[in-house]
């Protein structure tokens, strides 16, 4: 019965891949948002979709790219991924874009050889 | 930067003492809450705080916020080994729920 669901868990991958990360949420909630989280735990927003609606994109790289097939999928693309990329990716999910207590998955560890 | 910045960054005390954490940030907020995560895993909401309240309990956890000083604590009475997790503060000054966290305090609570 897993709230906020992520997958992989682990991805190890060389240096100009390109892999994906999915989310899923069963809420029923209409905003969702990925975050990276760097080695010294600093935990920063990148995106956030509210009812498959990108609301939220900060100064990402564009090799990033989010899809929001439905409100209760988010998936996250990384093209020709870099070292600097390494790093926990935790997707979360709120009621709405107004609402404020977020739910997380338990996130995706992403090391780039 | 826009992000709550938690201290101590590391805080280690004994079973049943409390512990305080502290969240400073730097421009005016909506809201501001704080998340625990236990290593390996996902954060998870604790509590929060509008900018208009000046103190709210939960259970065991106590936090305060005053404006003018851009600051909050988040006070954890009679620790337990089970506390021992980071704890992160949230801060949320915009539209569109977007909150900006700190790096955390890792708290080690000794049996």
């Known amino acids: 019965d897993t709230a906020v669901s992520q997958t992989p868990k682990y991805l190890v991958t060389q240096m100009g891949n390109d892999k994906s990360i999915k989310c899923e949420q069963n809420?029923?909630?209409?905003?969702m948002y990925w975050y990276k989280q760097d080695s010294k735990k600093f935990l920063k927003i990148m995106f956030s979709y509210n009812n498959k609606e990108l609301i939220i994109n900060e100064t990402v790289p564009n090799r990033f790219s989010p899809k929001s097939p439905d409100k209760a999928h988010l998936n996250l693309h990384i093209n020709s991924l870099e070292l600097g990329d390494s790093a926990v990716y935790f997707c979360?999910?709120?009621?709405?874009?107004?609402?404020?207590?977020?739910?997380f998955g338990p996130g995706t560890r992403l090391l780039v050889l | 930067s826009q992000q709550g910045e938690e201290d101590p960054q590391a805080l280690s005390i004994q079973e049943g003492e409390n512990a305080t954490m502290n969240c400073s940030y730097k421009t005016s907020i909506n809201n501001l809450q704080w998340y625990r995560q236990n290593s390996g895993r996902g954060l998870v909401h604790l509590i929060l705080?509008?900018?208009?309240?000046r103190e709210k309990h939960s259970g065991r956890l106590r936090v305060t916020l005053d404006t003018s000083k851009k600051s909050s604590s988040l006070l954890i009475t009679a620790s337990r080994a089970a506390d021992t997790a980071s704890y992160f503060c949230?801060?949320?000054?915009?539209?569109?729920?977007?909150?900006?966290f700190g790096s955390g305090t890792k708290l080690n609570v000794k049996p």
């Open positions: 809420l029923g909630h209409d905003t």
């Open positions: 949230a801060t949320d000054f915009g539209n569109f729920n977007k909150f900006y």
């Open positions: 705080i509008r900018s208009n309240e």
């Open positions: 979360a999910s709120s009621q709405d874009a107004g609402r404020e207590t977020q739910y």
